[in-house]
């Protein structure tokens, strides 16, 4: 079912600011950059992904929190029913992107986890 992770995402307040931390502090290097109703930044690393994005999905950045995770799977609408059936809440139902596919579940404990189907390569 589950491929690989996608990509690792954490929400932002501030693009401006949180790219400055994550480029000029950090020194990751941008790789990609989209803005249309949200805005959404990637970094590649070795292994995998990380992106920023200010569309929230109901949630602010936290401490307390951690981060979301996102799980490349074959079919994303026919997990999210495979799931539902065996009683697993949906966050957000599935939709499309303009280079995915994707739906949020909650896991047993209420955690938020991204169901990701690549659509269309950047």
Known sequence: MIKHIAFTMYPVTDMVRARRFYEDTLGLRLTRCEASEFEWVEYDLDGGT????????????????GG????????????????????VRVKLEPL????CRLAVILDSEGNAVTLHQVTQVW
């Open 50 to 65: 990380f992106a920023l994005t200010d569309l929230k999905q109901g949630g602010a950045p936290s401490a307390e929190t």
């Open 68 to 87: 979301s995770i996102a799980f490349e799977v074959q079919n994303v609408d026919q997990m999210v029913e495979q799931l539902r059936a065996k009683g």
């Open 96 to 99: 499309s992107t303009p280079v």
